[in-house]
DNA sequence: CATGAATGAGGATTCATTCAT
DNA sequence: AATGAATGAATCCTCATTCAT
């Protein structure tokens, strides 16, 4: 994971050298704004504002990024490109339609959980994008949201999970994993690797306690 | 609920006649101001861009709300009486306390898909608001997200529940209802009460199968 | 012409009063951008440079212009507008093809000398416009241009001209002419009615002492 | 002329050896120069665009210039130095005042389509230069029109040239010589010598066919 | 009340130039 | 001698806000 350079607040550490390699410094401009991006929103975050974290000059920015749009870019292509990575690995999960659904799920929560670059893919506003980087972007989301409600057929179809409105379920997990960013420090108690089991559960088996007699196999599923 | 002459698109008729109530007038900008918020985002929602869809000039805003930042705290306040409105209401609801979790979640639900402010709220960035308002807006969505512990452990007491981490719960279901906005269309095949109950179905139950031999009382509650 | 109130220097007046009519002020914008891009280059002149010696401030220009850009294309749209009033008019011309010519080239230079659009049409780098309007003034350029030959080539058919390239004379005359905006002041000695008439005589006549005996029809036409 | 190693688009090549000369490096920075503001403007030329041009980085201009001025002054340099080696050419050329004033013109068209250099004395803003530098161009200019005139005047006193207003005679000249630049390529059909000569008989003679009866030995005079 | 006009305070970006290696 | 990196000083442009009518 990061480094100790590389943690945002000590980012600017890769720019103390000059003649440090450019891309451990373009890492710590990405990994700086990507930072602020989350936490102040991509419009209230000026090239001063990076640049002064980073403790660097504005021109000195440029010098690694052609434009505010260009960082903005490289967030969520290296959001995209770990994303793209812990899909194929999910792809080769097996046993079950559930088992390969928590899979997913887990997954999906490490991009989360474990880089910032994950949370500016699905937190960050993508009409900030020019139409070219959007539309890839929005192909990514739809596809991690395609493949999720290919997971849960799986289940249906082979018993494991319950016939519901796949289309809802995958809204109402992704709804509830893409927010995990705003509250989740992984600098908490809870490690990424327990938060993802935990969550998943919840996700997956409700909290309801189920009725003991009368059989429930189908819950609504209306729309 | 919302009128003709106050739905976005529509709500520069409230000001075409120069006798109508200065208050309709208020709640056009406000629900209009709501709207661009949400869709765009407050720092891309420029004061004109709100003049303009109102067919009025930017003065004439200045007449109803002394800032941008008074237009946003207006949208804020109105969430928030709405979101109040609904906790008393959810709050005289009776029955187990699976129950009056799952009445609290339609009621949070229907905070969002009725009305932008209840968006607002859940959704903007409260950063832009002057500390006095944040704090308030804060203390709001503390309460929520206390509200719903308080319900969940309600539940985990009368046994209705099953015992889990309800902190984690609690922000599982936030994220998940919260992100509704994003993707509810008011005007698509479901309604928003049926919306409600089959999303609380998928969150309160899960989607597993329940495990038919062993008996699965508890689920894992780490942190 | 000008008013005293348009002139570059005084420009500023249109400014004095809030109510005064727009398209004045606009007008008068153009007309000191037109003189300081003749004078300094348009890279040279800075939004606050205009601002300045009109005496409001940046803002405000970009109340009646949204560009810089914007400015230049209305220069070029004066002078243009300008030019093809000229153009129709020098059409009109009846005689010889000599005569049209002299007419032409007469329209030409007033183009020149009465205001400052017709040289920014011709003195400024049209590689500062957008594709677009960089098409529609090139278009222009070479009409200029072939409507020229078009009476040079009339001459030489009714035999008031002779043969010659005429291409070549065409661009010796174009640059003659546009050049008038480096040298000519229109505060001078000669007006510019004066100035036109003697100008057409040197280009067209010559300044040779015609060989008197021999006959002298053709002037060599190589290229 | 310029060899093949000084030609613009190869003078990069000036710079693959180490052992080249310096000078010879700095005649390819100067020549690439030259051409781009010609071509651009000076002011829409950067550094960069003559480093990139060059293929060679930044600092390394700077090694052989002090600054971007320091490389516009070298070119005015180079122009000028080859204009007063015509200049004096011509000036020693015999015949009447016509003859010499036509010796002239061809010396300065040459200067014109020859070398780039020529065409940034005459073409590019002296506005840009520093005070010094811009004084010795700027009366380098008017020395090149004063002798137009002497010239011209001669001719008129041996009955060469007819009567005539020399000041606007020679901006005439100078203006259509000086645009020579923007319309000729070097690369067509006509060599240079033949354009000067066709050019030169252009302006001198005009193109009216001479009233053969009536005695035609003056022109208007105006101003 | 309403409006066209105007402004001060930024913010993104460029560029000639210099520094450290 | 040559380079990647860095910078200060503009420059264009936006926008919340206020003024004058």
């Known amino acids: 994971m990061a480094t100790s350079s590389t943690r ?54 440029y010098h690694y990024f052609s434009s505010k749009e260009d960082i903005l870019v490289g967030c969520y292509s290296h ?8 899909l194929d690995r999910a792809d080769k999960s097996s046993g079950s339609g559930l088992e390969r659904t928590r899979d997913f799920l887990r997954e999906w929560m490490d991009v989360i959980t474990t880089l910032e670059f994950g949370q500016c893919v699905v937190n960050l506003d993508d009409n900030e994008l020019r139409p070219a980087a959007r539309r ?14 290919e997971r849960i057929s799986e289940g249906v179809a082979d018993g494991t999970i319950r016939p519901c409105n796949v289309r809802l ?55």
């Open 169 to 223: 379920v995958a809204f109402a997990y992704g709804g509830a994993i893409n927010s995990i960013g705003t509250w989740y420090n992984p600098l908490g108690k809870m490690n990424h690797t327990e938060l993802a089991n935990v969550f998943t559960d919840i996700l997956v088996e409700g909290i309801s306690v189920p009725a003991p007699k009368k059989e429930r196999t189908k819950i609504s599923s209306g729309g």
């Open 136 to 149: 890839e972007v929005r192909k990514l989301k739809r596809r991690m949201d395609r493949t999720l409600r």
């Open 79 to 86: 959001g995209i490109a770990n994303i793209l990575a812990r």
């Open 8 to 61: 945002p607040h000590q980012a600017h550490r890769a720019f103390a050298n000059r003649k440090r390699k450019p891309e451990l410094k373009r890492e710590a401009v990405l990994l700086t704004a990507a930072h602020l991006f989350l936490q102040e929103g991509y419009r209230r975050t000026s090239m001063e504002d990076i640049a002064d974290r980073l403790e660097i000059t504005k021109p000195a920015l």
